[in-house]
């Protein structure tokens, strides 16, 4: 049976999700979705990073321990996935002892193996980064991300060996070049391989906050350093050699571009040290922008922005969970920057979802009920709307297969236009009832059964209700592609209820 192991960073735990830690977790609930409809073994990891300075101080200035604000944190990060629908197998807490017990051992594991060592770290320090830089990376002393003072930093520290990789790394994305995707992300993590890989501090005796270094117990590991693990600790690393084996090394790891160094250079770094396959995929996303700013909670507290008006939970209540979830897939190809605006969910959720779709449905249901007394015909065989479908099938699958959601959207939206258009050609409002009728109307209705399963890892909630419209029995989910991604499926004869529009319209002051 093909795998297919996808995660998505740990967000940190000092503060409450917001869109953007929202656009990566729904394309990796919509990839999963879509590898369980291929019917691979699916295995969709995500989590919160609860350790590191970042997380220490949001929690001390709320008056909180670190301890109860990430129990809090948590909690809002669990809330807003499952509004949001996400239908994860796993959540990472970095504060639970499954994944201390998994760092301990990787990174006790690293120190055997000779790639740890002691020495005076003396540099620059980024605290809404959690990452150091040196005078000739910063922005003359203060943070090029963030425009933050940076904080100087002198401690006795353990070092990764980082510089011991440089050709391992530079052969290993020789033989892999589908490591990082897309290309421009992979060159970006390639040329910063190729300028010279300088060793890593990765222990901290300034901060208690994080998992303790089994072999110095005054030190706690840098929070990277523990963070990264999550990705291994959640398939049993040190605790289950059976399950290490079925998941690892092939995986899936959906980043955003801020993070390509960590996740590209220092992980498969690690897993080297540690005698490990590197992971075999890492997939960089951009960043959604508001105003061409990144839509993070720091530049929120610099900036002005208040995320709370887009916290994931307000969008929902406002647009409904699979329209904004539609969005953030449709709008933007991943891989690149987005801006986000409450306008452009707007104008996708009139144009495309209440327009295109749900009239397309509503038209359907409306003349089965009208003409068809209620009952769905089957499709014909032959149909000119049969080489649409199944050209919007193969365009979807290749696309979902590419890590390309909005390309897998569209092809899927191109076949409900065809299908409004072999509507409107054959305008069945106007035919008698009888066999010609129920030829149209019967491709119709199997055009509407392949969109609900080529649009469910987008919007699963409205896709079941579509299949319950036409008819069908449990879910699009429950679905296996190949065998269901077939036309001429719809059977016929089922009763076709005709509901309240599915999005009904929105005015732009909404
Ligand atoms: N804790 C680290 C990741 C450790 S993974 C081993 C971290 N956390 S974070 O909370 O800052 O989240 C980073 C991720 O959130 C980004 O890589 C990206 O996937 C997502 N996003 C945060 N802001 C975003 C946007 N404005 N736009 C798109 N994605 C954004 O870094």
Known sequence: MRRFYITTPIYYANDAPHVGSAYTTVNADALARWHRLLGDETKFLTGVDEHGQKVADAAEKSGFSPHDWTERMSARFLEAWDALGIQYDDFIRTTEPRHHESVQKFLGTIYDNGYIYKDVYQGLYCVSCEDYYTIESSDQGRCPIHGSDLTEMEEENWFFKLSAFEDRLIEYFDAHPDFVTPETKRNEAYSFLKSGLKDISITRTSISWGVPVPWDERHVFYVWYDALINYLTAIGYGRDDDEVEKWWPSSHHLIGKEIIRFHCVWWPAMCMAAGLEPPSHVHVGGWLLIGGQKLGKTMAANGGLKLTDIAPITLIEEFGVDPLRYYLLRETALGNDGEFSLEGILARYNTDLANNLGNLVARVTTVVNSKCAGVGPAPQLESTLRADAETAISESAAAWQRFAPQSALEATWRLIGST????????????????????????????????????????????????????????????????????GRYPGGRTVVKGDPLFPRMKSDA
């Open 420 to 487: 409004n258009a072999y509507l409107e050609q054959h305008a069945p409002w106007k035919m008698e009832s009888g066999a010609a009728l129920d030829a149209v109307m019967g491709d119709a209705l199997e055009a509407i059964r392949l969109v609900a399963i080529l649009s469910s890892p987008a919007m699963p909630g409205v896709c079941d209700e579509i299949w319950r419209r036409i008819g069908l029995d449990g879910s699009p989910a429950d679905q296996i592609l190949e065998k269901s991604a077939v036309w």
